[in-house]
């Protein structure tokens, strides 16, 4: 079992995407049941808040389903529970590093590094723009996907 976790600052928009994005992905391939796979908060400031009105709308327009999700801050006792730890930016990084006890086990990684990039997934609570942040999130996806085929053999 491949278990992977998505990290924002709220857990409402760059994360939550992802995780539905993921999902949506690796269910395509026929692969869920190699999976868990969820999404969490650097913050607290959204806890409990459903994902936001436009990463639904986003998802919708492209035809990927909804993961049900509420809002909620990463832990140490969830570092322990998963092997990939993806944040969305640099602030994310060094917020699961001060978090997560430095990161002993090597399991967080940058979104787009998977994509051979050190780029920022921007956040569209701040932009506005899903269109951009969804663009980022797939292309992030395919790479993260096609890194997993070649390390664990899928």
């Known amino acids: 079992m491949i278990k992977v ?3 924002c600052h ?3 928009c760059r994360s939550t995407l992802s995780e539905s994005v993921f999902t949506y992905k690796v269910k395509e391939l026929g692969l869920e049941n190699l999976f868990t796979i969820d999404s969490f908060a650097t913050s607290r400031e959204e806890i409990g808040n459903p994902p936001h009105r436009g990463t639904v709308n986003k998802l919708r327009e492209v035809g990927i389903p909804l993961v049900p999700h509420r809002a909620k801050q990463i832990s140490l006792e969830d570092y322990n529970k998963f092997d990939y730890i993806i944040g969305m930016d640099s602030y994310n990084m060094r917020n699961l590093n001060r978090m997560l006890n ?3 086990e090597g399991k967080l990684y940058k ?3 998977f994509a051979g990039s050190d780029r920022d997934i921007a956040d569209p609570w701040y932009t506005g723009n899903f269109d951009e942040t969804y663009r980022d999130v797939k292309e992030g996806c395919e790479a993260f996907l096609e890194y997993l085929k070649k390390h664990h053999n899928l």
């Open 5 to 7: 976790a998505f990290c």
């Open 10 to 12: 709220g857990n409402i």
């Open 111 to 113: 979104f787009l590094t």
């Open 102 to 104: 430095g990161d002993p």
